[in-house]
T-cell receptor, first 115, second 116 residues
Framework: EAQVTQNPRYLITVTGKKLTVTCSQNMNHEYMSWYRQDPGLGLRQIYYSMNVEVTDKGDVPEGYKVSRKEKRNFPLILESPSPNQTSLYFC??????????????FGPGTRLTVL | AQKITQTQPGMFVQEKEAVTLDCTYDTSDPSYGLFWYKQPSSGEMIFLIYQGSYDQQNATEGRYSLNFQKARKSANLVISASQLGDSAMYFCAMRDRSGGSYIPTFGRGTSLIVHP
């Protein structure tokens, strides 16, 4: 079954404690991205990757890091989380970078609370 | 300027009636794709329907149809015969060629509540 998996699904942490949210896809997609969703703001892109070892900032990259060492994995790293990073996070992937037609597959979401 | 605009923060509809959720977009790229997603209270993002900029006909998927008016840059979602399970957030999205790759942009969403 084609899917994007994220872990953990729920996380409560404290300010400053480094954390990583994993994302993995089994569809051999080149393009992967991370979004955060906040009430009234829709989905905002944090980082994206067009292929292995290629990552770029999205609209709201501050406070986040990513890496793309393998095609299937795209972890999101919060080196020093702060309460304003409390949000719902989605990982997504799609197969074609240069075509606008492909649907993005979304992970189930990670609900992060930073105290 | 926002690339995707959803002007209705919230909508109410009676069960079995049709409802239209508005979406306008802004792009100068002749090649783009428009998408609608549903997000129920459980949080997952569910793909509903896709419309390509070169598609001649409006997209349809079961009870969902996309009213695509290219000249007006409008891509409204029409849900026919609403059901209670349609209560959710709905996001309009677009992929166009910004900076050399097709970066998706999302609207802020419309919350739909279906009354029995």
């Amino acid at each position: 079954e084609a899917q994007v998996t994220q872990n953990p699904r729920y996380l409560i942490t404290v300010t400053g404690k480094k954390l990583t949210v994993t994302c993995s896809q089994n569809m051999n997609h080149e393009y992967m991205s991370w979004y955060r969703q906040d009430p009234g703001l829709g989905l905002r892109q944090i980082y994206y990757s067009m292929n292995v070892e290629v990552t770029d900032k999205g609209d709201v990259p501050e406070g986040y890091k990513v890496s793309r060492k393998e095609k299937r994995n795209f972890p999101l790293i919060l080196e020093s989380p702060s309460p304003n990073q409390t949000s719902l996070y989605f990982c997504a992937s799609t197969s074609q970078v240069l075509e606008g037609t492909d649907t993005q597959y979304f992970g189930p979401g990670t609900r992060l609370t930073v105290l | 300027a926002q690339k995707i605009t959803q002007t209705q923060p919230g909508m109410f509809v009676q069960e079995k009636e049709a409802v239209t959720l508005d979406c306008t977009y802004d792009t100068s790229d002749p090649s783009y794709g428009l998408f609608w997603y549903k997000q129920p209270s459980s949080g997952e993002m569910i793909f509903l329907i896709y419309q390509g900029s070169y598609d001649q006909q409006n997209a349809t998927e079961g009870r969902y149809s996309l009213n695509f008016q290219k000249a007006r840059k409008s891509a409204n979602l029409v849900i026919s015969a609403s059901q209670l399970g349609d209560s959710a957030m709905y996001f309009c999205a677009m992929r166009d060629r910004s900076g050399g790759s097709y970066i998706p942009t999302f609207g802020r969403g419309t919350s739909l509540i279906v009354h029995p």
